[in-house]
């Protein structure tokens, strides 16, 4: 089955406590993005790759890190989680990040992250 | 930056059809619209995509004006389980970046 699987679903934390958010895809996407989801504020995006070793920022980067070393995963590193990062975390994928392909987005489950 | 703006909420009835509309003033030429819908605690999926004019699947239309700058997802005959919120998407295409910034979304309640 297609999919974008994220891991941890749940996890609480202390602030400070580097954490990792793994995200893996199965269907061979150049496309991998973050998104944060905090109430009122919709989806806004951390960090995207257009491939293997090319990242960019998104709209709200500040405090994390990710990294592309394989095409079908794409890490959120948070170095050292504060209050102020505790949501819901989507990562997804597309096809390409070119013209129509960039826009269709498979998401996963989400991560919901509370630090304390 | 591109930017979308959409009504926060919207409500309707089982069987009404229900129109939810975009704008985005500042869509780049080559940018497509796409359209989401997410339920609670879930992640957003694919409904439509479009560039211009009018497009139609099994599950919603979306219609495109000439200058782009805003967009219509019409969802025919809602039932209840089309009780989501909805999201429209434009690349941002600014030198070159492929950024991605999504409205708030517009919370559509279906009642009986």
């Known amino acids: 089955e297609a999919q974008v699987t994220q891991n941890p679903r749940y996890l609480i934390t202390v602030t400070g406590k580097k954490l990792t958010v793994t995200c893996s895809q199965n269907?061979?996407?150049?496309?991998m993005s973050w998104y944060r989801q905090d109430p009122g504020l919709g989806l806004r995006q951390i960090y995207y790759?257009?491939?293997?070793?090319?990242?960019d920022k998104g709209d709200v980067p500040e405090g994390y890190k990710v990294s592309r070393k394989e095409k079908r995963n794409f890490p959120l590193i948070l170095e050292s989680p504060s209050p102020n990062q505790t949501s819901l975390y989507f990562c997804?994928?597309?096809?390409?990040?070119?013209?129509?392909?960039?826009?269709?987005?498979?998401f996963g489950a989400g991560s919901r992250l509370t630090v304390l | 930056l591109a930017k979308t703006t959409q009504p926060i909420s919207m409500d309707s009835y089982e069987g009404q059809e229900v129109n939810i509309t975009c704008s985005h003033n500042n869509i780049a030429t080559n940018d497509y619209i796409t359209w989401y819908q997410q339920f609670p605690s879930q992640g957003p999926r694919f409904i439509i995509q479009?560039?211009?004019t009018k497009v139609t699947n099994e599950v919603a239309s979306l219609f495109i004006p000439a200058d782009r700058k805003s967009s219509t997802l019409s969802l025919p005959r809602v039932s209840l389980s089309d009780t989501a919120v909805y999201y429209c998407l434009v690349g941002d295409n600014d030198t070159g970046r492929r950024a991605l910034t999504f409205g708030s979304g517009t919370r559509l309640q279906v009642q009986p």
């Open positions: 790759s257009m491939n293997v070793e090319v990242t």
């Open positions: 479009g560039y211009k």
């Open positions: 269907m061979n996407h150049e496309y």
């Open positions: 997804a994928s597309s096809p390409t990040g070119h013209s129509s392909g960039a826009n269709v987005l498979t």
